[in-house]
């Protein structure tokens, strides 16, 4: 089912507050997302009154033209870029070939093991060296993107006016003796 996308007057404006440009040429999308998933975690932007559609389809109907009933698929293989110039249509048998070319086909994500295998995170930062963290889970984390992700963390919180708890990991008990109470 194709949905007639409505833009209203400030529309691109709100996409382009929620686009970083890299400088891989992706335009990462730092808004929301469908999934936390990085392999399927693509971009959601809300257009005219509401209406959720994948923020990469969003910029291709902006920048280049409505794609009608065609995928939209990503030349860079990057799920949150909407770089239109990193776009192409094509149909459900182009998108197949191009996953299967990619070797992002469903067979690769039913091994468990598939993720430490990854080179690159999401945003094309090379997993490996000072760059990378094992998680308690023993996934891969890749350190620049956490950096950028608290620091935009950090301009939210000043921007909203709040000030740092330090003492919000500690218990009540905790913090009051650590105030001499």
Avoid at 10 to 31: I, Q
């Amino acid at each position: 089912m194709v949905i007639e996308i409505k833009i209203a007057a400030d529309d691109p404006a709100r996409f382009m507050l929620n686009v970083e440009k890299e400088k891989s040429g992706c335009w990462t999308w730092t808004g929301s997302r469908q999934s936390k998933d990085p392999a399927r975690a693509y971009g959601r932007f809300y257009v005219g009154h509401g209406i959720s559609i994948k923020a990469h389809r969003f910029s291709y109907f902006h920048f280049i033209g409505d794609p009608g009933k065609l995928f939209v698929c990503h030349k860079c293989d990057n799920p949150i870029c909407v770089n239109p110039e990193h776009l192409f249509l094509g149909n459900h048998s182009d998108n197949a070939k191009d996953a299967k070319n990619k070797g992002r086909l469903h067979e690769v994500w039913k091994d468990p093991s598939w993720k430490s295998k990854l080179t690159h995170c999401i945003r094309g930062h090379e997993l490996k060296g000072d760059n990378l963290r094992i998680g308690s889970h023993g996934n891969r984390v890749c350190k620049e993107c956490m950096k950028i992700y608290h620091a935009r963390s950090e301009e939210v919180r000043k921007a909203a006016g709040k000030k740092r708890d330090h003492n919000s990991h500690r218990s009540r008990k905790t913090a009051a003796e650590g105030r001499g109470e």
